[in-house]
Nanobody, 121 residues
Framework: QVQLVESGGSLVQPGGSLRLSCTAS????????MGWYRQAPGNQREFVAT???????RYTDSVKDRFTISRDNAKNTMFLQMNSPKSEDTAVYYC???????????????WGQGTQVTVSS
């Protein structure tokens, strides 16, 4: 019913920059929160950042002041600007969106397939 497609993951040098994108499509009436999680090998999936419809944001402490989350509501698209990445940011990044399919505004969480970010020199 809803598809989330991520893009932008790649190999990046420490101290460089990278921007991830996530676009939602399908049976969408309304999107509430959108956000990013990541999972490094051998680790559990962890929260990275989230953004509400009105632009309120929240970050995990380890990425504050380095990563910026934003969204374009008209295009159902979200971004994660990653500045000064570190090796410990290496992970598969997953986006999510809380989507309502009709005016009842019952929200369901959908996930993207993940995009690999590798921080290495």
């Amino acid at each position: 019913q809803v598809q989330l497609v991520e893009s932008g993951g790649s190999l990046v040098q420490p101290g460089g920059s990278l921007r991830l994108s996530c676009t939602a499509s399908g049976s969408i009436f309304s999107i509430n929160s959108m956000g990013w999680y990541r999972q490094a090998p051998g680790n559990q999936r962890e929260f990275v950042a989230t953004i509400t419809t009105d632009g309120s944001t929240r970050y995990t402490d380890s990425v504050k002041d380095r990563f910026t989350i934003s969204r374009d509501n008209a295009k159902n698209t979200m971004f994660l600007q990653m500045n000064s990445p570190k090796s410990e940011d290496t992970a598969v990044y997953y986006c999510y969106a809380d989507v309502a399919h009709d005016y009842n505004l019952k929200y369901f969480r959908y996930w993207g397939q993940g995009t690999q970010v590798t921080v290495s020199s």
